[in-house]
């Protein structure tokens, strides 16, 4: 079992690859959605408004965001996210069997 704590120590890449393997081995797509229509307000908290702007106008630069979601500061902005999903979940994420590979 994970708690927040454990969770809040991994890096941001490591939520976010977590965060989305788990949501794709469940086909998910609510959450991977849910990941997608954040992204502008994450970038906005992360201090890049003209971008977060864009991608809202531009699905191409929102989609090219969710391949880069896993660095730098929007990813730190969506720790919240990665954690709040991976703590509903817990249970189904020890069932990964690629977590005993790492």
Known sequence: MTDRSELERLSSAELHDRATRLAWRRLDFRFLWDLLKTIPEARAAAGDEWRSEADIM???????????????????ALRPLYIDYLLRHQ??????PTEAEG
């Open 58 to 76: 531009r699905p191409l630069a929102l989609l090219n965001d969710f391949i880069d979601a896993d660095r730098g500061e929007l990813a730190e």
């Open 91 to 96: 249970d189904e994420e020890a069932e990964d």
